[in-house]
């Protein structure tokens, strides 16, 4: 019977989590609408909180989703995520250059 107990408190743990960074995923994903809808501040002050808010939300979801919270353990995913991040950066930047390039030789 203890047993039955300590899974349940394990798994209502796990939810609490889920739910706390859902919320606060969530908190994040408003402050922006809200600030950019009614223009509360500058066009700069407003560019620097929606990246603060992105930038925060990133870690909530590495935390809270992915579970990155204990970095002895998890290496390997964070090499993982590091080499995603290096792949995505090449293909990101790739195109850029490459749309860059074409138009400017179709302009000549």
């Not at 407003?46 to 002895?72: D, E, K, V």
Request: proline share 1%.
């Amino acid at each position: 019977m203890s047993q039955f107990f300590q899974k349940k408190h394990c798994f209502d743990e796990k939810v609490k989590s889920y739910i706390f960074g859902f919320l606060l995923s969530v908190l994040f994903t408003i402050i922006p609408f809200f600030i950019e809808k009614n223009h509360v501040f500058s066009y700069k002050i407003s560019r620097f909180i929606i990246l603060f808010c992105a930038f925060f939300q990133i870690i909530i979801h590495f935390i809270y989703f992915l579970h990155l919270n204990n970095i002895s353990k998890n290496n390997w995913y964070l090499m993982s995520l590091l080499f995603v991040f290096i792949i995505v950066f090449i293909v990101i930047s790739g195109s850029v250059w490459i749309m860059f390039n074409l138009q400017h030789h179709a302009m000549v």
